[in-house]
T-cell receptor
């Protein structure tokens, strides 16, 4: 398996523009997580899905942030309009709820480094 | 509310030494605990996962222990190598299956 795939790897945009980050989880994983990492706040959970359904979005900072998972192999995170303080590395992770071994172990994608000017 | 702390924030040791990284958590009601490695500008790589019913897990030169009663986990690295230089993060999985992260320990192994 190729692991969790994220695109783009780097995104530079201007304030006010819409940003879309994409994630393809590991095949067969039924949990998908979106995280944000900054120097000041470390890793923060934004939202997670189970079987394509959003379970907890309490970490989404503002209404400017939205995430969808239209099917088991794709999720996107949108920021509209973007602001400089949204600059961070955004990680997607997936996990499986089944099996006795490595239960709930999360596997991370390489991240998208977002810079909002 | 679960809080996870890692001390020290940074550690520098000569190559070949054995070392221990510490992780503490405030609420013992964790589902499991996971150790990750993050290289500069890169993603997170899962190193070891310890279920709440387990005391330790081993992978190669790495050994992670878990003591729920004291709210502590340690990551032991044997015979350290320059390639072990990275930031090591621990995360406790709470009853909602959410990872509660420590701030990490930045490890530098000097050749």
């Amino acid at each position: 398996d190729a692991g969790v795939i994220q695109s783009p790897r780097h995104e530079v945009t201007e304030m006010g523009q819409e940003v879309t980050l994409r994630c393809k989880p590991i095949s067969g994983h039924d949990y998908l997580f979106w995280y944000r990492q900054t120097m000041m706040r470390g890793l923060e959970l934004l939202i997670y899905f189970n079987n394509n359904v959003p379970i907890d979005d309490s970490g989404m900072p503002e209404d400017r942030f939205s995430a969808k998972m239209p099917n088991a192999s794709f999720s996107n995170l949108k920021i509209q309009p973007s602001e400089p303080r949204d600059s961070a590395v955004y990680f997607c992770a997936s996990s499986t709820s089944g099996g006795r071994e490595n239960y709930n172990e999360q596997f991370f994608g390489p991240g998208t480094r977002l810079t909002v000017l | 509310k679960q809080e996870v702390t890692q001390i020290p924030a940074a550690l520098s040791v000569p190559e070949g030494e054995n070392l221990v990284l510490n992780c503490s958590f405030t609420d013992s009601a964790i589902y499991n605990l996971q150790w990750f490695r993050q290289d500069p500008g890169k993603g997170l790589t899962s190193l070891l996962l310890i279920q709440s019913s387990q005391r330790e897990q081993t992978s190669g030169r790495l050994n992670a222990s878990l003591d729920k009663s004291s709210g502590r986990s340690t990551l032991y690295i044997a015979a350290s190598q320059p390639g072990d230089s990275a930031t090591y993060l621990c995360a406790a999985v709470d009853s909602n299956y959410q990872l509660i992260w420590g701030a990490g320990t930045k490890l530098i192994i000097k050749p």
